[in-house]
């Protein structure tokens, strides 16, 4: 089993800056994906950035340029830094890591932007 704890979320202004952290325990495949996906009030989840171990990344379009992943790999931990941040942001984020054997879902951390 894997476990994903999310912190780091909030509130903040229009413009504003966020870091949301996400560290993954139990049993952690050397090989895997982690990255953040994202739910608005009455939309569905979509994706806002995945990394995998190797480093290589993907970003949805409307965060690009904004939104930077990371990862420790010897801390199986991944970051997002989230700059210039628009109320359109605004969502649970919920960190999630796929490996051979399934995908993982944390719990969710609340991210609130105001105009």
């Known amino acids: 089993q894997v476990q994903l704890v999310e912190s780091g979320g909030g509130s903040a202004q229009a413009g504003g800056s966020l870091r949301l952290s996400c560290a993954a325990s139990?049993?952690?495949?050397?090989?895997?994906?982690m990255g953040w996906y994202r739910q608005a009030p009455g939309k569905q989840r979509e994706l806002v950035a995945t990394?995998?171990?190797?480093?290589?990344?993907i970003y949805a379009d409307s965060v690009k340029g904004r939104f930077t992943i990371s990862r420790d790999s010897a801390k199986n931990t991944v970051f997002l830094q989230m700059l210039s941040l628009k109320p359109e942001d605004t969502a649970v984020y919920y960190c999630?890591?796929?490996?051979?054997?399934?995908?993982?879902w944390g719990q969710g951390t609340q991210v609130t932007v105001s105009s």
């Open positions: 999630t890591l796929v490996q051979l054997g399934g995908r993982y």
């Open positions: 990394i995998r171990s190797g480093g290589s990344t």
């Open positions: 139990g049993s952690i495949s050397s090989i895997n994906t």
